[in-house]
C-alpha cells in the first residue's frame, strides 16, 4: 500500500507541474494585456528598497494565481472522478 501512495503523489506532483507548465503562458499573456504590472515604491521615500527592486518594475504579478487555480482544478477533477467511480479515486 505505502509503494501505490508513492506512486500516486509522484503521479498527482507530474500532473500539477504539467498542468500549470501549460497555464502559464497564458496567465503571463492574460496579466501583460491587461496591465497588472507591479509598482515599486518611489527613491525618495524608500532609497534602499528601489535599490533593490527597481529593476522589477513592470513585471506582471499575480502568478501565484496559476498554483492555486492547479490545485483546486486536480481536486475539483478528482472529487468528480470520486463521486462517479468507486474504488481507489475515493482513497
Same mark, same amino acid.
Given at each position: 500500500?505505502?509503494?501505490?501512495?508513492?506512486? #500516486?503523489?509522484? =503521479?498527482?506532483?507530474?500532473?500539477?507541474?504539467?498542468? +500549470?507548465?501549460?497555464? $502559464?503562458?497564458?496567465?503571463?499573456? *492574460?496579466?501583460?494585456?491587461?496591465?497588472?504590472?507591479?509598482?515599486?515604491?518611489?527613491?525618495? #521615500?524608500?532609497? =534602499?528598497?528601489?535599490?533593490?527592486?527597481?529593476?522589477? +518594475?513592470?513585471?506582471? $504579478?499575480?502568478?501565484?494565481?496559476? *498554483?492555486?487555480?492547479?490545485?483546486?482544478?486536480?481536486?475539483?477533477?478528482?472529487?468528480?472522478?470520486?463521486?462517479?467511480?468507486?474504488?481507489?479515486?475515493?482513497?
Amino acid at each position: 500500500m505505502l509503494v501505490f501512495q508513492t506512486i #500516486r503523489i509522484i =503521479v498527482l506532483t507530474t500532473i500539477a507541474f504539467l498542468v +500549470a507548465l501549460a497555464i $502559464t503562458p497564458i496567465w503571463y499573456r *492574460f496579466l501583460r494585456e491587461s496591465g497588472v504590472k507591479k509598482q515599486i515604491r518611489e527613491a525618495k #521615500r524608500t532609497p =534602499v528598497y528601489h535599490k533593490f527592486h527597481e529593476k522589477k +518594475a513592470g513585471t506582471p $504579478t499575480a502568478g501565484g494565481v496559476i *498554483f492555486w487555480l492547479t490545485a483546486l482544478t486536480l481536486a475539483l477533477v478528482f472529487w468528480m472522478l470520486s463521486m462517479f467511480f468507486d474504488g481507489r479515486w475515493d482513497y
